[in-house]
Nanobody, 114 residues
Framework: VQLQASGGGLVQAGGSLKLSCAAS????????SSWYRQRPGQEREWVAR???????SYADSVKGRFTISRDYAKKTVYLQMTSLRPEDTAVYYC?????????WGQGTQVTVSS
Protein backbone atom coordinates (compact mmCIF):
# COMPACT_ATOMS: atom_id res chain seq x y z
CA VAL A 1 0.00 0.00 0.00
CA GLN A 2 1.34 3.40 -0.96
CA LEU A 3 -0.06 6.79 -0.06
CA GLN A 4 0.75 9.95 -1.97
CA ALA A 5 -0.10 13.21 -0.24
CA SER A 6 -0.27 16.48 -2.12
CA GLY A 7 -1.79 19.94 -2.06
CA GLY A 8 0.32 21.69 0.52
CA GLY A 9 1.77 25.12 0.00
CA LEU A 10 2.05 28.67 1.26
CA VAL A 11 -1.12 30.57 2.03
CA GLN A 12 -2.03 33.72 3.90
CA ALA A 13 -3.97 33.59 7.12
CA GLY A 14 -7.66 33.25 6.41
CA GLY A 15 -7.02 31.39 3.21
CA SER A 16 -7.82 27.84 2.15
CA LEU A 17 -6.03 24.75 0.93
CA LYS A 18 -7.19 21.29 -0.05
CA LEU A 19 -4.94 18.35 0.63
CA SER A 20 -5.25 15.05 -1.18
CA CYS A 21 -4.06 11.58 -0.27
CA ALA A 22 -4.23 8.98 -3.01
CA ALA A 23 -3.87 5.32 -2.16
CA SER A 24 -2.48 2.71 -4.50
CA UNK A 25 -1.58 -0.93 -4.24
CA UNK A 26 -3.49 -3.59 -2.41
CA UNK A 27 -5.98 -1.56 -0.49
CA UNK A 28 -9.68 -1.19 -0.45
CA UNK A 29 -11.20 2.24 -0.58
CA UNK A 30 -13.17 1.24 2.48
CA UNK A 31 -10.87 1.90 5.39
CA UNK A 32 -10.24 4.22 8.29
CA SER A 33 -8.47 7.28 6.93
CA SER A 34 -6.94 10.05 8.99
CA TRP A 35 -4.94 13.20 8.71
CA TYR A 36 -2.24 14.11 11.19
CA ARG A 37 0.11 17.04 11.40
CA GLN A 38 3.43 17.83 12.96
CA ARG A 39 4.04 21.44 13.84
CA PRO A 40 7.61 22.71 14.21
CA GLY A 41 9.16 21.44 17.40
CA GLN A 42 6.09 19.43 18.36
CA GLU A 43 4.96 15.86 18.22
CA ARG A 44 2.68 14.57 15.51
CA GLU A 45 -0.97 15.13 16.36
CA TRP A 46 -4.22 13.77 15.03
CA VAL A 47 -6.34 16.20 12.99
CA ALA A 48 -9.30 14.37 11.44
CA ARG A 49 -10.65 10.91 10.65
CA UNK A 50 -13.23 9.43 8.34
CA UNK A 51 -14.59 5.96 9.07
CA UNK A 52 -15.60 3.33 6.53
CA UNK A 53 -19.22 4.33 6.91
CA UNK A 54 -18.40 7.95 6.24
CA UNK A 55 -18.69 9.37 9.73
CA UNK A 56 -16.10 11.98 10.58
CA SER A 57 -14.40 13.38 13.65
CA TYR A 58 -12.05 16.29 14.22
CA ALA A 59 -9.60 17.66 16.71
CA ASP A 60 -11.04 20.61 18.60
CA SER A 61 -8.40 22.91 17.13
CA VAL A 62 -9.72 22.42 13.58
CA LYS A 63 -13.39 21.69 14.14
CA GLY A 64 -15.57 23.92 12.00
CA ARG A 65 -12.66 24.90 9.74
CA PHE A 66 -11.42 21.60 8.27
CA THR A 67 -13.45 18.98 6.43
CA ILE A 68 -12.31 15.45 5.67
CA SER A 69 -13.90 13.58 2.78
CA ARG A 70 -13.17 10.72 0.41
CA ASP A 71 -13.72 9.66 -3.14
CA TYR A 72 -14.23 5.91 -3.07
CA ALA A 73 -13.66 5.40 -6.76
CA LYS A 74 -10.37 7.28 -6.73
CA LYS A 75 -9.24 5.81 -3.38
CA THR A 76 -8.46 9.35 -2.36
CA VAL A 77 -9.02 11.16 0.91
CA TYR A 78 -9.17 14.92 1.10
CA LEU A 79 -8.72 17.54 3.77
CA GLN A 80 -10.34 20.85 2.94
CA MET A 81 -8.84 23.51 5.17
CA THR A 82 -10.42 26.93 5.50
CA SER A 83 -9.87 29.95 7.72
CA LEU A 84 -6.26 28.91 8.04
CA ARG A 85 -4.21 30.32 10.88
CA PRO A 86 -0.45 30.63 11.34
CA GLU A 87 -0.66 27.91 14.00
CA ASP A 88 -1.89 25.49 11.33
CA THR A 89 1.59 25.59 9.83
CA ALA A 90 2.83 22.01 9.85
CA VAL A 91 3.70 18.99 7.79
CA TYR A 92 0.44 17.15 7.17
CA TYR A 93 0.40 13.37 6.91
CA CYS A 94 -2.33 11.01 5.79
CA UNK A 95 -2.75 7.61 7.29
CA UNK A 96 -4.97 4.65 6.57
CA UNK A 97 -5.71 1.70 8.80
CA UNK A 98 -6.24 -1.36 6.65
CA UNK A 99 -6.13 -5.02 7.59
CA UNK A 100 -4.70 -4.32 11.04
CA UNK A 101 -1.84 -2.16 9.74
CA UNK A 102 -1.18 1.55 9.55
CA UNK A 103 0.11 3.06 6.33
CA TRP A 104 1.48 6.60 6.20
CA GLY A 105 1.94 9.05 3.38
CA GLN A 106 5.11 11.06 2.99
CA GLY A 107 3.76 14.36 4.30
CA THR A 108 3.00 17.67 2.64
CA GLN A 109 4.08 21.05 4.01
CA VAL A 110 1.46 23.67 4.80
CA THR A 111 2.70 27.13 5.70
CA VAL A 112 0.31 29.86 6.78
CA SER A 113 1.69 33.38 6.86
CA SER A 114 0.29 36.08 9.11
Amino acid sequence: VQLQASGGGLVQAGGSLKLSCAASGSTSSINYSSWYRQRPGQEREWVARINPGGSTSYADSVKGRFTISRDYAKKTVYLQMTSLRPEDTAVYYCKIYYRASDYWGQGTQVTVSS
